[in-house]
């Protein structure tokens, strides 16, 4: 039956067939093994090769190695959940953040985004300046301190070099725009025009998200410093140590239960008495392993209360980070003054249109008076004023008195009521 459902090879296809003295095809003459069988790259399983990245692994000892890993891979082996691993993508943009795990320390610093273990750092290989600096400055320390006696694990070295590259990062961008900015909110100060006030307006574009960036890591640090069990999570060598003491511990045990019972059943496999040692070593072997399961609670429990070594780090960095966050809060108090002096300014520039403007509203009302006295003796009519030759002067001279004594009166009213300092 099996030999009938086998699929035999058309005899009309002789060109795709090998030759007989090809080894790797099957001598049951079935296609699909031998295509199984050949070391084509174009014949691929579905999914083969597909959602591998490069990634940059560092060792305890400084030793860098560019592996072909895929996110599940990576998952299994860090114990990691899906929405941790998505922080490192490049392709998203999320905000920094430090999340202590099980086995790993996920860290996304601006462009340090990393996962540290208890004995590595795992990393996808990028050309940027930020990651290779880290990889080299990494790898450098660690190869320094290699012989030397440290009190610092491996995973809290790689996290205060996150920390310290992140932090000079931001402070030297917030150092060069405080340099760039403070010549332009001069020259704004001094002469206010639209090509200063684009130049400031982008500027202060700059800053707002700088400031957010530097905040948010403040932030971060600041929630893990009051928070302790997140701190204890973070002791990964600790946490490693405890459980492999667990696990040999637990080990012993269990072979000295059996060698203990085969002894046992070897020289009394029937006795009444026997029997009842048999159970008093169970009872032993398992108050053995009570014990040393709440000897391992106690140490993690020590370890939870013991975390001073990695709040000093965090204090130290929290420090450098709020001063910077200082800095740009001094920058942007600074904008806001200049802003609010150039409103001032323009509101004064505002106000001195407005007096004139109210000046040159009362002279030509003034002016427009004595038009109306032109114009009514330049109507066609008969009177006895037309035939003195000197009464034009007069009436000219009489309303130029009149309307400058008008104009007069309403300037000692406006300074009257304070509405123009005249």
């Known amino acids: 039956m099996a030999e009938r459902q086998t699929q035999e090879i058309p005899s009309k296809f002789p060109e795709f067939l090998p030759s007989n003295s090809d080894s790797r095809f099957p001598s049951n003459g079935r296609l699909e093994d031998y295509f199984r069988g050949l070391g084509n790259p174009g014949f691929k399983k579905r999914g083969h090769g597909l959602g591998s990245r490069s990634w940059v692994k560092i060792d305890q000892n400084g030793n860098s190695k560019i592996l072909e890993l ?28 430090i999340l202590g795990r099980e086995k790993a320390i996920v860290v996304n610093l601006e462009m340090i985004r990393c996962i540290i273990t208890a004995d590595e750092v795992i990393l996808m290989n990028s050309l940027d300046a930020s990651v290779v600096h880290y990889v080299s400055e990494l790898c450098k320390r660690l190869q320094a301190n290699k012989d030397q006696a440290d009190d610092l694990p491996f995973e809290f070295k790689a996290l205060e070099l996150a920390l310290e590259l992140t932090c000079m990062s931001l402070d030297a961008q917030a150092k060069e725009l405080e340099v760039e900015i403070y010549p332009v909110l ?15 307006r982008r500027l202060k574009g700059h800053l707002l998200a700088l400031t957010q960036r530097v905040q948010k890591v403040c932030d971060e640090i600041e929630h893990l410093m009051d928070d302790d069990g997140d701190m204890a999570e973070m002791y990964l060598t600790e946490k490693k140590q405890r459980k492999e003491a667990y696990a040999n511990n637990e080990q012993y045990d269990q072979t000295t239960f059996f060698t203990a019972s085969r002894v046992g059943s070897k020289s009394a496999p029937v006795s009444p008495v026997g029997s009842c040692i048999g159970v008093q070593k169970l009872q032993r072997a398992f108050s053995s392993i009570s014990s040393s ?11 939870e ?8 780090l ?14 740009l809060l001094s920058l942007k108090e600074y904008i806001d003054d200049t802003e609010d002096f150039i409103t001032i300014k323009l509101g004064n520039v505002q106000n001195q249109l407005i007096k004139f403007e109210l000046l040159l509203t009362g002279a030509t009302f003034v002016a427009t008076v004595f038009a109306v006295v032109t114009a009514v003796f330049g109507m066609n009519f008969e009177a006895t004023i037309f035939d003195v030759p000197s009464a034009f002067n007069w009436v000219l001279i009489l309303s130029g008195i009149l309307c400058g004594s008008l104009y007069f009166s309403f300037l000692l009213y406006v300074r009257h009521k304070k509405i123009l300092s005249v």
Request: charge should be negative; hydrophobic fraction near 35%.
């Open 305 to 312: 209360e013991n975390i001073d070594q990695l709040e000093m």
């Open 186 to 200: 001069d020259e704004l100060a001094s002469s206010i025009s639209t090509l200063n006030l684009e130049h400031v």
């Open 293 to 303: 399961k709440h000897g391992s609670l106690g140490s993690s429990s020590n370890s």
């Open 314 to 327: 965090l204090e130290a960095y929290f420090v450098f980070i709020d001063n910077t966050l200082n800095k």
């Open 70 to 97: 895929d996110k599940a891979t990576v998952m299994r082996h860090c114990s990691l959940p899906s929405r941790d691993l998505r922080l490192l993508d490049p392709m998203f943009i999320y905000p920094s953040s």
